[in-house]
């Protein structure tokens, strides 16, 4: 059977958020020739009513069709934001309806929240004692509410194993396709990211808000040298190879870079090497000193220090994990 994804539709929601557990998971499909094969989740949204109108933040509503049983029969429950939280965000407390639904949920149940979703898992308990994300504008009055909680509010979204939280909009997609990633490998992950045109892959520690994200028309942007080096991740690539590219000195070209991709050039690098090594790992039958050399890491000791830091697992187990899954039919 499909993974069953259960979407938690709260009043006050913001139906774009509300959508982007449908439009991930509801579209990935089994890594077989040709786009044909099943669905990989089945996606359902749920109210803590009985079936009927939810309000949205908008000048509509939407009929939800499943009660809060649906969350007991949920392998994910995903919690969008909400604009009318209530009690929730005001004193950091369930109310009885909500409480109610939520014990619903059986014991190993991953639970994933988008943008402010994340002060509902907080006050149900699920993130006490554990690092956790929400959008930057909530952030303070989120670790006020909940102390119990390490917030990081400069990250897009953060893995803690069975419970997940992202930063505001647009973090939700990177942290379905995070999911569908873990679940199901890159190949898969990659091509529901293709058909929804948008970025592959943003790495959940790269910052959720900065200042300038797009240059001033006056300014040269970092966009050549980004290129040039995704050609060449095989080969040693220096910092002053990369400000030549764009014509600046290393202290500029450094500053631009991190205003518009909101990390350093080194941490960039070391992401897209480690995205180059699964992809390896998922689609060929290199040796892994091959993976390592053709990723840019040099040796397989370099690539299973790296991987271990990015995934927590080494490239064998990685191997092993993701060609599974993409051979089972």
Not at 64 to 93: K, W
Not at 94 to 119: H, K, N
Not at 311 to 325: A, D, H, K, M
Request: net charge neutral; with cysteine.
């Amino acid at each position: 059977m499909p993974h069953r994804v259960a979407v938690l539709a709260l009043d006050g929601l913001l139906p774009f958020e509300l959508g982007i557990p449908h439009r991930i998971f509801g579209r990935s499909l089994e890594p077989v020739p040709g786009n044909k094969g099943g669905k990989l989740y089945e996606v359902v949204t749920c109210s803590v009513r009985p079936p009927g109108p939810v309000r949205t933040d908008s000048d509509y509503a939407i009929l939800v069709e499943h009660g809060p049983e649906a969350l007991a029969t949920a392998d994910t429950v995903v919690i969008p934001a909400s604009y009318e939280l209530g009690p929730v965000f005001e004193e950091g407390r369930l109310t009885d309806e909500l409480a109610a639904a939520l014990a619903l949920i059986r014991p190993g149940t991953r639970m994933v929240s988008i943008c402010t979703g994340s002060y509902v898992l907080a006050a149900a308990g699920y993130l006490d004692g554990r690092p956790a994300t929400t959008h930057w504008s909530s952030a303070d009055h989120f670790q006020r509410l909940f102390p119990r909680v390490r917030v990081d509010p400069d990250v897009l979204f953060i893995d803690d194993g069975d419970v997940l939280t992202s930063a505001g909009v647009a973090a939700g997609i990177d942290l379905c396709l995070h999911l569908v990633r873990r679940d199901h490998g890159s190949a898969v992950a990659n091509e529901i990211a293709r058909r929804t045109v948008v970025p592959p892959h943003r790495d959940g520690g790269q910052a959720q808000y900065i200042h300038r994200p797009v240059p001033e028309p006056q300014f040269a942007t970092t966009t050549a040298a980004r290129a040039w080096a995704l050609g060449r991740l095989d080969r040693p690539i220096l910092l002053r190879d990369m400000a030549r590219q764009e014509s600046m000195s290393v202290r500029t070209f450094t500053r631009r870079f991190r205003e518009e991709v909101g990390i350093s050039p080194g941490q960039w690098l070391t992401q897209q090497r480690v995205e180059r090594a699964r992809h390896l790992l998922e689609s060929s039958d290199l040796s892994i000193d091959q993976v390592a050399r053709d990723a840019g890491f040099g040796t397989a000791t370099s690539l299973r220090q790296h991987l271990q830091a990015a995934l927590g697992v080494p490239p064998t187990v990685y191997r092993r994990t993701f060609r599974t899954s993409a051979d089972t039919p």
